[in-house]
Nanobody, 118 residues
């Protein structure tokens, strides 16, 4: 069974940058959307950014202008470049791949911790 594996999380000071990456453990054909979510302690999981197979992107208002999502279709990877990080960005970040093949098939990563603190 194909799994998604995130990397790049860690501890960073406010104003700093981190780059998250997500890769599939095997080949997944026909990925439509690639997304990043995050979940802070005591809060619901929220959508941070999405990139379609055509390269269109959308961001949560809270990260617009600071985060950039990108994908490599040949490698089945997605990245999230995070800049100007704030303490409120602290959360576990998850990637998700979605395939629409008559039904919706979702693949989730296990999450990577991002902590923004001085």
């Amino acid at each position: 069974q194909v799994q998604l594996v995130e990397s790049g999380g860690g501890l960073v000071q406010p104003g700093g940058s981190l780059r998250l990456s997500c890769a599939a453990s095997g080949r997944i054909f026909g990925i439509n959307n690639m997304e990043w979510y995050r979940q802070a302690p005591g809060k619901q999981r929220e959508l941070v950014a999405v990139i379609t197979s055509g390269g269109s992107t959308n961001y949560a208002d809270s990260v617009k202008g600071r985060f950039t999502i990108s994908r490599d279709n040949a490698k089945n990877t997605v990245a999230l470049q995070m800049s100007s990080l704030k303490p409120e960005d602290t959360a576990v970040y998850y990637c998700k791949f979605t395939r629409w093949v008559g039904t919706v098939i979702e693949y989730w990563g296990q999450g990577t911790q991002v902590t923004v603190s001085s």
